[in-house]
């Protein structure tokens, strides 16, 4: 039986040990926020080093520093995370301790089951949802990836990058790169944004009309939108210096809008760069790489498909991903996470596991396991 708890909480931050994970879940500014509303937050040491923040400057908003993630874990009612926990974490993990972090379930069966037998509370944030469909937790991740890729882009059209040794913006006498942008979602949206101000020539495609209609509203007159099909990919990427995927289809993998085939017809030296690549990517040639070695080339075509672009820029995305996750944090603080839930509809979609019981259909589904209605855990707190 859960008790509903309204006094202050105590949450703690670990360091993230996941291999080149570098954010951090929360900022010096948050934890001024968390001491603001009553509450003891506990950081581990140099959990902030990777972003650039000091451990003084958390002791200064009002954290106390812990030595280590065991201590962290063992003093702390809520955790706040980035990454999934990882093995040597699960064993820290207590019953009815609430972990709010990413988890992405569905893709991690051994992390589902360490879950299921921890008895801790998981929300989840690439599940909370706004009433629009839209994914609040994931959006500021597809913002970064999406100016980036322009940034990357850029930077292996260069010649000693091995690419064509073209600017984006060409110079005055001298025409503009072309840039073709697949999908008009956030990271599209983002790209054609970066690639218009640094004067390139853009095109958008993408399948829904609205959206192209909505795009072509707001965006700068050297970027021209298109629907998306075969015929129309075939002939844009002839004359492309750099292609930006960015499709997505909701629970599906990406579909491969430039084949193998293709590559040959499209111009030597020129750059594909796949952020769509942790769906699977949207380029049949495309395989996940890594920012140790993001690059390949396949027909003279150079392929960036760095399947956590973001993790290249912690600073930005520390502070795009708490921009949206502490608003979540600071209710479930307040109120207790059954209370938070019952009362927001975007945070209750976020519980995955609960107590020992899968609550969200989609993990359930994706191993078979028993599906438990998460009203049956928020009953009471409904009415409290
Ligand atoms: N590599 C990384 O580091 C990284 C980081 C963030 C996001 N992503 C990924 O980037 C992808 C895009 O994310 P998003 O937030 O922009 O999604 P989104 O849902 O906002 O946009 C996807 C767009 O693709 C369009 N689309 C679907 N099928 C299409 C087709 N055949 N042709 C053209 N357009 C089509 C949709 O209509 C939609 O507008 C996702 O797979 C996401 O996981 C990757």
Same mark, same amino acid.
């Given at each position: 039986?859960y008790?509903c708890?309204?006094h202050n ?7 993230e040990i996941?291999?080149?994970?570098n954010?951090?879940?929360l900022?010096?500014?948050g934890?001024?926020e968390f001491?603001?509303h009553?509450?003891?937050v506990?950081i581990q ?11 003084a400057?958390? /002791?200064?908003? *009002? !954290?106390?520093?812990? #030595? ?5 874990? %063992? ?5 706040i995370? &980035?990454k999934?926990?990882i093995?040597s ?6 019953k009815d301790?609430?972990l709010f972090?990413y ?5 991690h069966?051994p992390?589902?089951h360490a879950? /299921?037998?921890? *008895? !801790?509370?998981?929300l #989840?944030y690439e599940?909370?949802?706004? %009433?629009?469909r839209s994914l609040p937790?994931l &959006?500021p991740?597809?913002?970064v990836?999406?100016?980036m890729?322009?940034q990357e ?7 000693p990058?091995g690419?064509?040794?073209i600017?984006?913006g060409g110079?005055p006498?001298?025409?503009? !790169?072309e840039?073709?942008?697949l999908g008009?979602?956030?990271v599209?949206t983002q790209a054609?944004?970066?690639a ?12 829904s ?6 795009l072509?509203d707001i965006?700068?007159?050297n970027?021209a939108?298109?629907y998306s099909?075969?015929?129309?990919v075939?002939?844009a990427?002839?004359t492309?210096?750099l292609?930006?995927g960015?499709v997505?289809i909701p629970?599906?993998k ?8 293709m590559?040959p017809t ?14 699977g990517?949207?380029f049949e040639?495309s395989?996940p ?12 075509v150079?392929h960036y498909?760095?399947a956590?672009m973001p ?6 995305s520390?502070?795009?991903l708490t921009?949206a ?14 209370k938070a839930?019952?009362?927001n509809?975007e ?5 995955n596991?609960?107590?020992?019981k899968?609550?969200y ?17 928020l009953?009471n707190?409904?009415s409290?």
């Amino acid at each position: 039986m859960y008790l509903c708890k309204l006094h202050n909480m105590i949450i703690g931050v670990p360091k993230e040990i996941k291999n080149n994970e570098n954010r951090v879940a929360l900022t010096p500014a948050g934890v001024s926020e968390f001491k603001r509303h009553g509450h003891k937050v506990y950081i581990q040491i140099s959990a902030g080093e990777g972003s650039g923040f000091s451990d003084a400057e958390y /002791i200064e908003a *009002g !954290a106390e520093m812990l #030595a280590t993630i065991e201590e962290v874990y %063992s003093m702390s009612e809520m955790i706040i995370k &980035v990454k999934e926990p990882i093995e040597s974490e699960y064993p820290l993990i207590k019953k009815d301790q609430l972990l709010f972090t990413y988890f992405h379930f569905a893709s991690h069966e051994p992390l589902t089951h360490a879950m /299921i037998n921890s *008895g !801790a509370v998981c929300l #989840a944030y690439e599940t909370v949802e706004k %009433s629009d469909r839209s994914l609040p937790l994931l &959006v500021p991740m597809s913002e970064v990836a999406g100016r980036m890729s322009v940034q990357e882009g850029a930077k292996y059209l260069e010649k000693p990058m091995g690419g064509r040794g073209i600017l984006l913006g060409g110079v005055p006498g001298v025409k503009p !790169a072309e840039v073709l942008v697949l999908g008009g979602g956030i990271v599209g949206t983002q790209a054609a944004k970066m690639a218009a101000g640094m004067g390139a020539h853009v095109t958008i495609m993408d399948i829904s009309l609205n959206r192209l209609r909505q795009l072509d509203d707001i965006m700068p007159a050297n970027v021209a939108t298109e629907y998306s099909n075969e015929y129309n990919v075939r002939q844009a990427i002839k004359t492309a210096d750099l292609v930006i995927g960015g499709v997505l289809i909701p629970g599906a993998k990406a579909p491969k809008l430039i084949t193998h085939d293709m590559l040959p017809t499209m111009k030597k030296g020129s750059v594909i760069v796949d952020v769509a690549i942790d769906q699977g990517g949207c380029f049949e040639t495309s395989k996940p790489t890594t920012h140790a070695e993001p690059c390949y080339v396949v027909d003279g075509v150079i392929h960036y498909c760095v399947a956590n672009m973001p993790g290249a820029v912690p600073y930005t995305s520390t502070l795009a991903l708490t921009n949206a996750t502490l608003p979540y944090a600071i209710q479930l603080a307040n109120k207790g996470w059954q209370k938070a839930c019952s009362e927001n509809a975007e945070l209750k979609v976020g519980l995955n596991v609960v107590g020992g019981k899968v609550v969200y259909k989609g993990v359930s589904d994706a191993f078979n396991l028993e599906y438990t209605p998460v009203e049956n855990f928020l009953g009471n707190s409904a009415s409290a």
